[in-house]
Each structure stands twice: as structure tokens, then as C-alpha cells.
């Protein structure tokens, strides 16, 4: 009898053990009762009949990477491109990932494929190369409408490397090397048409200061013979004045100043040797000094 008591109780320890899963934190865990689905266990201190019940399978709550190997597509131009990528997924309900599809990973990674050609599909070489970010986003957007009902949330999609034949990239090198220099020859010859017409600016303006200045200095020297006149002017009519109360002529003081400035010039000459004094003026003179 006592024996039977302590397989008894042995027997109820060993069911307890059974009954009670423990669940680690990143896991759930998937629980059938006669190959039916029963419940699913969340992370922590979890009971389960032990006899009818058995777990079935462990699920990975945590955000997995699947990485998509590299295949060939072809462009709306009929160019060939070997691309790759890296689908991140996370499953958010265990029972749909578990039974509402057969392989998720494998399930994930053709249907990114899939997607990947026929977004390339519709567009040009240019384009794929140049709109990563686009397909980026088309991509999250259609498998994560499709992984819906398995419970799966895409949460971003990466294409890691587009490449194009070599023959495409030697093209494109040459391409982008014309370009290059065109765009050197552009910019050499707007330098050169700004750098002529800023001279061109200068020397126009250079003549409108000169011409300014110009037109000041003949103002000024205009200023400067009108005053002179005037001053001769004033000059003549103060020596008039004077020659009225001596019966004097002025036109001929004004003959005889006039005169002894030319002799006066022409003895300063550096190639006169002597002067030639009229007669008349000797005479004049004679007649001064007897007086």
C-alpha cells in the first residue's frame, strides 16, 4: 500500500511537471488538444492539461531579418538587373503565421522576389537606379497588405544592391563622363561671357568718367576764359578811363603792350643770337632819354 501511495504521488508530480510551461519572454507557444488548435501561451508561468493537451510548436515574437538572395529581372527598356534585399518582419498573431500558411520565411522571400520584378518590371534602367527609396516603400506596402493574413507585419524592406550588366555600366560611365564635360564646357564658357561683359561694363564706364570729366574740365576752362575776359575787360576800361583825361588813345597802348610782349617772346628764344629793333621804336626811345 505504500508503495502504491508513493508511485501514486509520483505520478501526480510527474503531471504537474508536465502541466506547467514556463515561457520564455520573445516566445509564443502554440497549444493543440486532440491535434486541435486550444490555445496559445504567452511569455511566463503558463498551465496545460498534460494528458490531452502537448505543445505543438514555439513561435519568435521578435522582429526577424530574412535576407532575399540575389536574382535577375529585367526593365521596361529591356535592361537586365541582378538585384537583392532584406525583408524585416514581425509576427504579431502566432496562430495565423502557424496555420494560416505552410512556410512564412520561405512564403516571405518569394513573394518579395515576386514584387521586386514587377515593380522593376515597369520601370526604366534610369529610373530603377535612381528611385530606390520608391520601390522601398511599394514594396513594404504590397507584402504587407499580403502577409496580413498570416499575421505577419513587414516592417521594412531594403534593396541592398541594383546592378546592371558591365557592358550598362561602361556605357554609363562614358555617359556620365560626356555629361561632366559638358557641363565643365557650359560653365567655362559662362565665365568667359561674364567675364567680357564685366569689361565690358568697366571700359563704358570707364569712358563715362572719362567723358564726365572731360565735359567737367571744358566747363572749368570755359569758367576760367569767361573770368579772364571779364578781368581783361575790367582791365581795358580802367585804362581807357585813365588815357580820357590825357587826351591817349587805348587802342594803341593796348597795339604797344601786345607788341613789346612779342619782342619780349622773341628775344627769349633760345635760337635768337641778337633782336632787330624797328626804327621807329629806336627813335622813340632816342627821343625818351634826350627828353
Known amino acids: 500500500m505504500l ?38 501561451l504567452n511569455p511566463g508561468l503558463n498551465l496545460i ?30 535592361a537586365s538587373l541582378e538585384v537583392d534585399g532584406i525583408v524585416y518582419f514581425k509576427i504579431m498573431d502566432p496562430y495565423k503565421a502557424y496555420y494560416g500558411i505552410q512556410n512564412l520565411h520561405y512564403a516571405i522571400q518569394n ?24 520601390i522601398n516603400a511599394d514594396l513594404l506596402i504590397t507584402l504587407d497588405e499580403a502577409t496580413d493574413a498570416w499575421g505577419t507585419k513587414i516592417t521594412r524592406v531594403e534593396i541592398k544592391d541594383i ?53 567737367e574740365s571744358a566747363e572749368r576752362d570755359a569758367e576760367a576764359r569767361e573770368r579772364l575776359a571779364l578781368a581783361e575787360a575790367n582791365a581795358i576800361k ?21 607788341y613789346v610782349k612779342g619782342l619780349v617772346k622773341l628775344g627769349d628764344s633760345a635760337n635768337s643770337k641778337f633782336v632787330m629793333l624797328p626804327p621807329d621804336l629806336l627813335e622813340s626811345v632816342k627821343n625818351i632819354f634826350k627828353k
Open 3 to 40: 508503495y502504491f501511495a508513493i508511485a501514486i504521488g509520483f505520478f501526480v508530480l510527474f503531471m504537474i511537471m508536465k502541466g506547467v510551461r514556463i515561457v520564455p519572454q520573445a516566445e509564443n507557444w502554440i497549444v493543440e488538444r486532440f491535434g486541435k488548435y486550444a490555445s496559445t
Open 49 to 78: 492539461n498534460p494528458i490531452f493537451s502537448r505543445v505543438s510548436t514555439k513561435i519568435d515574437i521578435r522582429e526577424s531579418v530574412l535576407d532575399l538572395p540575389k536574382q535577375g529581372t529585367i526593365t521596361s527598356d529591356n
Open 111 to 134: 513573394l518579395a522576389q515576386t514584387n521586386i520584378r514587377s515593380i522593376l518590371g515597369r520601370m526604366t534602367l534610369d529610373e530603377s537606379l535612381s528611385s530606390r527609396e520608391k
Open 163 to 215: 546592378q546592371p550588366p558591365e557592358d550598362i555600366v561602361n556605357a554609363m560611365t562614358l555617359q556620365m563622363k560626356a555629361e561632366r564635360e559638358k557641363r565643365a564646357r557650359i560653365l567655362e564658357a559662362e565665365a568667359k561671357k561674364e567675364a567680357a561683359e564685366r569689361e565690358a561694363e568697366g571700359v563704358k564706364r570707364a569712358q563715362i568718367l572719362a567723358a564726365e570729366a572731360r565735359k
Open 238 to 258: 580802367l585804362v581807357a578811363d585813365s588815357l580820357k583825361s590825357s587826351n591817349g588813345d587805348p587802342l594803341v597802348y593796348l597795339l604797344g603792350q601786345e
